[in-house]
């Protein structure tokens, strides 16, 4: 039909009726023109738009909708308010004393490192590798241990504490309060033949004595020794036969013990721990405790600590619980705990165990402090022999409720309490140590205390409703189970076998760890003192198969 010389669309623009007419539904180009000029739509002009515009129904329909417009924001503002203002809010963490939290490190000078200057030098090791920011000196002064090799080092005793301060440490000092060394000058003024013939001189009943003859051994931590000058016997430590029980029927002891405290107070230690008031003589140990912190606590603006031991257990030794808001942590004096460590390695040890921390609990809402080994105790290992327990009952002391008070040489495991360093690096752990037990000490404590890594159900106990304390029953007595919860936190369920033999138990229970409302059947461990868990290892719960000396922490 085309040809190259004319196009087909020129040809058909050419054609004449004849042509259309064969092709009915062939349009020609002036057709197709026109139909584009019919269908392309216009809109209005901008005077058209206005005259509408002012059209009273436009007028009223563009007032109803910006009403509306506001009305529905204002209406979203409102309710953004009240789902911040009705939502749940995070509850604030508590505010306890600075010595109810924290991780306190015990060590007897000439023990840890000699003198002050070698504690001094160690301090990065207790705060870095224990997480520790209080340490207690144990044999700091002469008037409380004058054979002590740190008699005469006060220098030494202020650079240690200037330095700790710098590094945001405390510094809190032991003083025994039942004895005092048969060295001291008190005791030779108490021991003369003067005194046998007239007891009322100045220093004549500082000390227990009795005639020769009319004495009887009573107490099985106290013994009798003759005193040829004064023809009497004094009372004596079994532990220590040098350390001579105080009288407080004398008013001299009394006041020497008083003086005492303020001279460590003058010299600005953050806190005392009195030993062992479980034994001091002719005087109730509450009221010990009561008129020493009534004499040197009391003041408003005072924030410095008081930890009390008694070797002899003594659930009653409460005198003194402030409550601040409902909860615990008002001040008062943090009363120690040793009794844990003597159920270890026994049969039906989980059951002892918890009947002494239920025994606790039930006596007072005031936050104690846990300790493994006192002061002049063979440690952990020494009693055991037995590194993995040494570890479960380190990571349980810490696990449990209160402040965990750590003395030197069980943290690292070893048998002697006088420790070896390396000279050339001040800052590691000990010659003398095992990383099993030190690294298990160092994944608990940095999540006892404040940091990234803090779990507040593990480290607060409030005593009120935010606090959430609960057994598991196991029905075995050699394995102890708890449940602990703060607030909203995430929970842990501590389980710990310090039996002889492995044990397996179900610790599945809806006073437990839960999982979408249901008692978890499954859970991660958090730490562990054997190596058989590794962190993060998922468990079943109904099932946890716990070698003997094995303590774990786990959460949902």
């Not at 000092?173 to 033949?193: E, K």
């Not at 005492?260 to 003589?281: A, E, M, N, P, T």
């Not at 590194?387 to 402040?403: D, F, K």
């Not at 000490?441 to 404040?450: F, I, N, Q, W, Y």
Request: proline fraction near 5%.
């Amino acid at each position: 039909m085309g040809s190259p010389e004319k196009p087909i669309d020129v040809e058909m623009g050419d054609m004449n009726d004849e042509t259309k007419q064969l092709n009915p539904d062939v349009k020609t180009d002036s057709e197709l023109k026109e139909e584009d000029k019919e269908e392309r739509f216009t809109g209005l002009k901008k005077e058209e738009l206005m005259e509408i515009a002012n059209q009273p129904h436009w007028v009223r329909a563009r007032w109803a909708l910006f009403i509306i417009f506001w009305i529905i924001w204002v209406a979203m503002l409102a309710g953004a308010i009240f789902i911040v203002v009705t939502a749940p809010k995070c509850k604030p963490e508590p505010t306890p004393q600075w010595y109810q939290d924290v991780v306190v490190y015990e060590a007897k000078v000439d023990e840890f490192a000699q003198n002050f200057k070698g504690m001094e030098d160690h301090l990065d090791y207790v705060s870095k590798s224990l997480f520790s920011k209080a340490v207690m000196v144990a044999g700091a002064g002469k008037e409380s241990d004058p054979a002590a090799v740190t008699n005469n080092d006060d220098a030494g005793f202020e650079s240690l504490v200037k330095t700790a301060n710098e590094k945001e440490m405390k510094v809190m000092v032991d003083i025994p309060v039942d004895t005092l060394s048969t060295m001291h000058d008190n005791f030779a003024q108490s021991a003369t033949a003067a005194c046998a013939s007239d007891a009322s001189g100045m220093y004549c009943n500082f000390f227990v004595w009795k005639a020769n003859g009319s004495t009887s051994n009573t107490d099985d931590y106290a013994e009798w020794v003759y005193n040829p000058d004064r023809m009497a016997n004094y009372k004596v430590s079994k532990d220590s036969p040098n350390r001579a029980f105080l009288n407080y029927e004398s008013p001299k002891a009394w006041e020497f013990v008083k003086m005492l405290v303020k001279s460590w107070f003058d010299r600005k230690v953050d806190g005392i721990q009195i030993r062992d008031v479980g034994h001091v003589q002719n005087i109730e140990p509450n009221k010990l405790v009561k008129d020493i912190w009534e004499k040197f606590y009391t003041n408003e603006t005072s924030n410095e600590a008081l930890f009390v031991y008694s070797s002899s257990p003594n659930p009653e030794l409460n005198p003194v619980m402030l409550d601040v808001n409902n909860t615990n942590t008002g001040k008062s004096p943090m009363i120690l705990s040793d009794h844990l460590s003597s159920h270890a390695n026994l049969e039906a040890a989980g059951k002892m165990m918890r009947d002494a921390i239920e025994g606790w609990r039930n006596s007072t809402r005031q936050i104690g402090a846990n300790l493994l080994t006192p002061l002049g105790g063979s440690l952990v290992e020494t009693r055991f022999s037995n590194t993995s327990m040494g570890a479960a009952l380190n990571l349980l002391s810490i696990s449990i409720p209160g402040v965990p008070v750590i003395r030197s040489g069980d943290e690292v495991g070893a048998s002697s309490p006088v420790l070896t360093w390396e000279a050339s690096d001040p800052d590691s752990a000990p010659v003398n140590s095992s990383n099993v037990v030190l690294n298990t000490v160092t994944a608990a404590t940095v999540r006892k205390v404040e940091g990234i890594q803090a779990m507040q159900s593990l480290r607060y106990d409030t005593r009120n409703e935010d606090t959430k304390f609960s057994f598991i029953d196991t029905d075995n007595n050699n394995v102890i189970a708890f449940h602990r919860k703060w607030d909203t936190k995430p929970s842990v369920l501590v389980v710990s076998n310090l039996s002889p033999s492995a044990q397996t138990v179900n610790v599945v229970s809806s006073s437990g760890l839960m999982d979408k409302k249901k008692p978890a059947k499954k859970a991660k461990v958090v730490v562990s003192s054997s190596a058989a868990f590794g962190d993060g290892k998922l468990v079943e719960l109904d099932k946890v198969n716990l070698p003997s000396g094995t303590t774990l922490i786990l959460g949902a």
